[in-house]
């Protein structure tokens, strides 16, 4: 393979018509120049120079390759520049995927510190639920996933895949609450800042969420010692906002999820026992030495712990 050094050399050869003078030029010895241009040579295969006397001149190949040198070199500089760029935060990109309530509570506040402090970085965002986040981050789709999973849940979600292999960063672990029409029979309950068993709601009509939300409603609801009657399933928060609103049934919701929406004509409730949900910033090993994304990360939980 041939090096830049020794095209570097070479140039300088062609340029100044001898070794000597080619290595006054680039500050070195001329016999590191004759060892470096033997070493050229031997890579392409042919001879590049002609000695004769004090005089250097190139060979046809040496011609060939000297118009190429300045290209590649210049090539090289732009490529060298511009990693410098990525390294030092003058330039580079982090793709996220989000699910929805952390994208309108975590998301915008981490992304505007971001653009603040590296200006040239470029940060985008796509939606999407675990698991379905982590895997467009096993296939490259993004840099940094943030997902969430039930550390009271029997089990994965099937699908779900582990997170072992993942470099996790904890943003936080918020509570669930129970959503009911301010009309409720419990929503003096939540005036008086109470908090009700999951029991007390078992013939109620419920309106679930995602289906890994609503995969973890009917285990929560089923160690209460029932299966809920789900009329209503929908991904849209403020759909289930509306929906509990209107009488309908009663939900529960996470807390980043209540913040994203303005929750009229219904009340929380909190629920005892405590029912909690982890929210992660995720990506792979060698994208956390990126250090875009190192610093996506640090902006994240920033946004996450205010």
């Known amino acids: 393979m041939i090096e830049a050094r020794h095209l570097r050399v070479l140039r300088a050869v062609a340029r100044t018509g ?13 016999p590191a120049v004759s060892q470096q241009m033997k070493a050229l040579e031997q890579t392409a295969g042919t001879p590049l120079l002609v000695r004769a006397g004090r005089e250097t001149r190139l060979t046809e190949a040496g011609e ?19 990693v410098a760029a990525i390294a030092g935060l003058r330039a580079g990109r982090v793709r996220l995927v989000s699910f929805p309530s952390a994208s309108s509570a975590i998301v915008p506040a981490a992304v505007a510190a971001m653009r603040a402090q590296h200006p040239g970085a470029r940060v985008s965002l796509v939606e999407a639920q675990p698991p379905r986040s982590v895997e467009a981050l096993r296939e ?10 039930y ?6 979600v099937e699908g779900d895949p582990e997170w072992d292999d993942l470099v996790v960063r904890p943003l936080l672990t918020e509570r669930l609450v129970v959503l009911v029409p301010q009309d409720h029979r419990l929503a ?25 939300c609503r995969g973890h409603l009917v285990e ?5 010692g029932f299966t809920p009657r789900i009329d209503f399933a929908t991904d849209d928060y403020p759909a289930v906002v509306g929906l509990v609103g209107a009488g309908l049934g009663v939900a529960v919701l996470p807390g980043l999820a209540v913040e994203s929406v303005r929750p009229r004509g219904v009340r929380t409730v909190g629920i ?7 929210v992660a910033a995720l990506t792979l090993p060698d994208l956390a030495r990126v ?13 996450a712990r205010r």
């Open 272 to 278: 005892s026992p405590e029912v909690r949900r982890e």
């Open 188 to 212: 003096r309950a939540a005036e008086a800042g109470e908090e009700v068993g999951l029991a007390e709601l078992a013939r109620e009509p419920w309106i679930a969420g995602c289906p890994r």
């Open 291 to 303: 250090p875009a994304v190192a610093a996506m990360l640090d902006r994240l939980s920033d946004a």
């Open 140 to 149: 490259g789709e993004c840099d940094i996933a943030l997902a969430y999973r």
């Open 151 to 156: 550390p009271d849940a029997a089990g994965p």
């Open 64 to 82: 060939a390759l000297v118009r190429h040198a300045a290209g590649i070199l210049a090539g090289l500089a732009a490529a060298e520049e511009e």
């Open 18 to 30: 001898s070794l000597s003078a080619a290595a006054r030029a680039l500050g070195c010895t001329q």
């Open 220 to 224: 929560v609801c089923e160690s209460a």
